[in-house]
């Protein structure tokens, strides 16, 4: 898979992400486009691997990229970065629940750790979390509980029309 199959992958894949649960992360994003298996997922998760990258079907540099492009579309469409604590799942061998910490790098690096631990959400789901209800925001023109989001390159329109939609749980039209 070169950089462009690559892009157009990761863009679909968060686009519909976005669309389906408002958020999205490197994790699912990996699972969505076949670079990671929902059972080597789940065995991380359950502490049979050491770390996440292990068990990835791709290079660490085309982990790198995809890494790269998720932020990329994230900053494009103005999404929301919220760290999470990944933890792993069931209890030890001592049947103790002592929370411990996933690894998703090989060194741990602070940053690339971060990257993956980083997921993206849209800035009406971060305020209906926040206060409990959408509220209203004085300098936005449109705030009828709608967002806007940009499609990946293949799915936009050709001619005058901008390629951005606007979603309203399943009813979507072109915004001009």
């Known amino acids: 898979m070169n950089n462009i199959e690559l892009r157009e992958k990761v863009h679909s894949a968060m686009y519909a992400l976005i669309k389906k649960n408002g958020v999205a992360s490197s994790v699912e994003i990996l699972i969505e486009i076949g670079v990671l298996s929902k059972e080597d997922y789940e065995n991380w998760r359950h502490g049979k691997v050491p770390y996440l990258e292990r068990v990835c079907q791709i290079n660490l540099s085309k982990l790198s990229a995809i890494n790269r492009e998720i932020r990329a579309f994230a900053r494009k ?25 996933l690894r998703f790098s090989k060194g741990g690096d602070e940053n690339i750790e971060r990257q993956y631990a980083t997921h993206y959400v849209v800035q009406r789901k971060v305020e209906e979390a926040n206060h409990g209800r959408t509220r209203r925001n004085p300098t936005q023109k449109n ?26 749980g399943e009813n979507r039209r072109a915004a001009g």
């Open 77 to 101: 469409n103005n999404l929301k970065e919220s760290w999470t604590y990944y933890k792993q799942w069931g209890q030890n061998k001592k049947g103790n629940k002592k929370t411990i910490k």
């Open 143 to 168: 705030n009828t509980g709608r967002f806007y989001l940009q499609p990946p390159e293949r799915f936009r329109f050709q001619g005058n029309v901008s390629g951005a939609f606007l979603f309203s």
